[in-house]
């Protein structure tokens, strides 16, 4: 089979509200569901034990993950709305439930697509910002831990803007008003504690919300690295790690079928499986890799490559290539 020859099965729809299927109703009830979620905890702070907020902080935690990398990552390759109004009301929801810029990150995700976790060139840059090889040595990916715990600082707000600038002023404008919402948001929460009467400078539950808000990310880091970390930057079908575990990708609304979304980036989540189907003889064939556990866990895999390992593997490959 080539890999040029494979075609990709569309879903459709004749629903007035959703453009490919109406099963996108889940995930636009889960991405709801996070910002109602989210609204709550600034509610009951005052009103709940701190072991109770803290469990709940974790949950939270543990949804920002999950929403980046299936709500929001879905709602980037296939917008869910016929409707483009409905389509931005939405995007502003998900900026304020995760607290980033659903366009600013779309920006950021379509530059992962572009490099795919390539390794850096001759002068240290990757076309991929966010790829694990980005800081690593060598041809080495990155520690995960430094990649989990630092990755949130490294963003650069200007380059961003400046790659979304070039998408028009319509998407920049957008972006802004996202950006806008959800810090007015978090400023109105910093100041006002909901309680009766109104009580000033909530300063106790910015600093209960802010480690959840971080940890958060770098669980969605966590789960970005052992996506790629094993795979093949220069070859297509091999450019994802895939974890195929059932619970795990009905919550993730199937993007643990990583090496799948990198080959084809715009196979809908509902065909993700039969997609995968068509592909599987070419990929065993071009040694595409895949994990038991979800990625997220990727670190507790018994069959994880050591970093210099995995190093020494494609040096070995490339001189056998050469020769």
């Given amino acids: 089979m080539s890999a040029d020859a494979i075609r990709i099965e569309r879903p459709s729809t004749n629903s007035k509200l959703f453009a490919h299927t109406r099963w996108d109703v889940v995930p636009v009830a889960a991405g709801l569901f996070h910002f109602a979620y989210f609204l709550g905890l600034y509610f009951l702070f005052p009103h709940a034990p701190l072991w109770v907020m803290l469990i709940l902080g974790f949950i939270y935690s543990l949804m920002i993950n999950a929403n980046v990398n299936g709500v929001s990552h879905n709602f980037i390759h296939n917008p869910f709305f016929r409707s483009q109004l409905l389509n931005r009301i939405f995007g502003v929801i998900e900026s304020v439930a995760c607290c980033f810029s659903q366009t600013y990150y779309d920006v950021v995700h379509m530059q992962h697509h572009k490099g795919n976790a390539d390794r850096p060139d001759e002068k240290g840059e990757t076309v991929d910002w966010i790829s694990i090889y980005k800081h690593g040595h060598d041809g080495e990916a990155e520690n995960p831990w430094g990649y989990v715990f630092l990755s949130f600082f490294r963003d650069n707000p200007g380059a961003i803007k400046r790659e979304l600038a070039k998408r028009g002023k319509i998407e920049l404008r957008w972006g802004n008003i996202e950006l806008a919402v959800f810090i007015t948001i978090l400023i109105a929460m910093a100041v006002i504690v909901p309680t009766r009467p109104i009580h000033f400078i909530n300063w106790r539950f910015m600093l209960f919300f802010l480690p959840f808000f971080y940890l958060g990310h770098c669980f969605s880091y966590l789960n970005g690295y052992f996506r790629h970390y094993g795979a093949n930057p220069d070859k297509p079908i091999a450019w994802g790690v895939s974890s195929y575990g059932k619970i795990y990708n009905w919550l993730f609304f199937y993007n643990g079928y990583h090496a799948e979304h990198h080959f084809r980036p715009k196979v809908h989540w509902t065909k993700m499986e039969k997609f995968r189907q068509s592909i599987a003889d070419l990929q065993k064939r071009e040694g595409v890799r895949t994990i038991k556990r979800a990625h997220m866990l990727g670190f507790l895999d018994p ?21």
């Fill in 303 to 323: 069959n994880l490559p050591k970093r210099r390992e995995r190093s020494a593997h494609i040096e070995a490959a490339k001189a056998s290539t050469s020769g």
